[in-house]
């Protein structure tokens, strides 16, 4: 056990990049700009909900929402990992809100259609 300790403390650094400190809505707006990329670009109907999503759940009126979502899609570039936002997310959000927003999240991710499988005949 010792020796496993000191093989950590002795090994050296891993330089991380240094991320910009996030409030919880800028990050949620930053994961939900990554799960509507995962599929492509932004296209329409993943930045009306976004907006909406936005929009309900801050109490935003539409500019408001649209200048955040922008705000998301230049930090959601700068984050390597869609785990370090989601962490920063579930730490802000309390736990009797989370089934909520999984299921904003989940409207993200489905307000494209449903994805076709590539035709290999």
């Known amino acids: ?3 496993g300790i000191l093989g950590v403390v002795s090994r050296p650094a891993r330089l991380e990049p240094v991320l910009p400190a996030l409030d919880d809505h800028v990050t949620l707006a930053a994961l939900l700009v ?3 990329r995962s599929d492509g670009p932004l296209n329409l109907a993943e930045i009306t ?3 909406e999503v936005l929009k309900r759940r801050l109490g935003l009126n539409g ?3 649209a200048q955040l979502r ?3 899609e230049t930090i959601e570039r700068e984050y390597p990992h869609t785990e370090a ?3 920063l997310l579930a730490h802000e959000t309390p736990a009797h809100e989370r089934d909520a927003l999984i299921d904003d999240l989940l409207l993200v991710v489905n307000c494209d259609g449903p994805k076709q499988a590539p035709n290999t005949t």
Do not use: K, P, V
């Open 34 to 36: 990554r799960l509507a």
């Open 49 to 51: 909900t976004i907006d």
């Open 1 to 3: 056990m010792i020796g």
């Open 70 to 72: 922008a705000s998301g």
């Open 85 to 87: 936002l989601g962490r």
């Open 63 to 65: 500019i408001a929402a």
